[in-house]
């Protein structure tokens, strides 16, 4: 590897860690948050889950703006974005004005992460599946870190402001470090292929795209409301509800660095299914269970954890020639389920309890079980006849 492609992948691996430890202290920081400006939890799981929106933009727009503005441009139009955003998030308090400003957090973040990330993608083409796996793994590290952060401050008597902003200066370090670096070409689409059409033609990208949602609602739901279901259901304090937390950062950290090695032992698709069902169970005891032990959200997070870059991975390679296209798919879906899973949750939670709200996380670990049996079945009969596109 040159010692371009090392600092590249140091900077992915950089970026994508701080951003997982913006998304794994917000479930920690939530109820404060919703507590600070008295809203109701539909009104908290909304603004929080707002960034989705950006995340979408940015990815249903990305194979086009990539081409046009490059990548340098886009990380420069991210930091700013951030750089803002998050200077009014923690400083306003209206509720209408903070859904805007955190659209603006989300549209900053992953213009950041999809043109630090898609460097893997490049760098590692035959092994794309366990670098993205490593890569995503990286993030679960910075979630695992994200719960003990925020638990860190608060317990210091700081507001859910410091540990937020925090976070927020350290993406915009990555970005700056990530504009040092010289610039790099994405491949050329082959002539009459531009745009995302083939791919919408595929059902495995269907299936696959569809499974990413799920397994990103299974992440996102459990991520943000898992605190506040162990808090209002089980009874449990603010910091033993943030050390079950660090549990299922540890199991989705663990599943995704080792996910090279679970890949490579049992293949795409039958570590995802494996880790799904392992996923599902620990996630119903988790529910039923009247004292459940800490190993459950272990294996819950590490049910969800190898879903989204391992499906990434899929349809990248069987698309080699249009990565920056498979980027859009893949991630819109994710940004969708990302988007609607939050406010359901919370919509649920208000009118039927914290309990119903979490079987949304639990549904989705089964839909990720099943469109991911389907993805093998088709890929598998498909491979041998499928012809270039």
């Known amino acids: 590897m040159t010692n371009f492609n090392r600092r590249y992948t140091i900077i992915a691996l950089g970026a994508l860690a701080t951003i997982g430890l913006l998304e794994g202290s917000r479930g920690v920081l939530l109820p404060h948050f919703r507590t600070d400006l008295a809203l109701s939890a539909t009104w908290a799981g909304a603004i929080f889950s707002s960034g989705g929106l950006g995340f979408l933009f940015t990815s249903l727009s990305f194979g086009f703006l990539s081409h046009k503005l490059g990548l340098k441009r886009m990380v420069t139009i991210g930091l700013c974005l951030l750089a803002v955003g998050m200077m009014l998030f923690t400083t306003v308090e209206a509720p209408l004005l903070l859904y805007v400003v955190n659209i603006c957090l989300g549209t900053g973040s992953s213009m950041i992460?999809?043109?630090?990330?898609?460097?893997?993608?490049?760098?590692?083409?035959?092994?794309?599946?366990g670098m993205l796996n490593l890569l995503h793994g990286f993030f679960g590290?910075?979630?695992?870190?994200?719960?003990?952060?925020?638990?860190?401050?608060?317990?210091?008597g700081s507001g859910w402001q410091v540990p937020y902003g925090l976070v927020g200066v350290g993406v915009v370090l990555w970005g700056l470090y990530y504009l040092t670096m010289p610039r790099t070409d994405l491949p050329r689409e082959e002539g009459g292929q531009a745009g995302v059409g083939p791919l919408l033609k595929d059902p495995v990208v269907w299936a696959a795209a569809l499974a990413l949602g799920a397994a990103v609602a299974g992440e996102a739901g459990s991520?943000?409301?898992?605190?506040?279901?162990?808090?209002?259901?089980?009874g449990l304090t603010v910091g033993v509800s943030a050390g079950y937390m660090t549990a299922f950062f540890m199991g989705f950290t663990a599943a995704r660095i080792l996910g090279a090695w679970v890949v490579g032992r049992l293949g795409p698709v039958r570590s995802v299914v494996m880790l799904a069902g392992?996923?599902?169970?620990?996630?119903?005891?988790?529910l039923l269970l009247p004292g459940a032990p800490i190993v459950l959200p272990v294996l819950t997070g590490a049910g969800v954890a190898t879903g989204f870059a391992t499906c990434t991975a899929l349809v990248a390679a069987r698309y080699p020639d249009r990565?920056?296209?498979?980027?859009?798919?893949?991630?819109s879906s994710g940004g969708i389920a990302g988007i609607l899973t939050g406010p359901f949750m919370g919509w649920l939670g208000d009118r039927f309890g914290m309990g119903?709200?979490?079987?949304?996380?639990?549904?989705?670990?089964g839909v990720l079980m099943v469109l991911m049996v389907y993805v093998g079945v088709v890929s598998g009969a498909s491979r041998s006849t499928r012809t270039a596109v």
């Open 141 to 156: 590290l910075g979630a695992l870190l994200g719960s003990l952060w925020a638990a860190f401050w608060l317990g210091l």
């Open 323 to 331: 990565v920056n296209q498979v980027y859009t798919v893949m991630y």
């Open 278 to 286: 392992v996923g599902l169970a620990s996630l119903l005891a988790l």
């Open 113 to 129: 992460e999809l043109s630090t990330s898609i460097h893997i993608s490049l760098i590692y083409q035959e092994k794309q599946s």
């Open 356 to 365: 119903a709200s979490m079987w949304v996380p639990l549904v989705s670990y």
């Open 223 to 234: 991520a943000l409301w898992l605190p506040t279901y162990l808090q209002k259901v089980k």
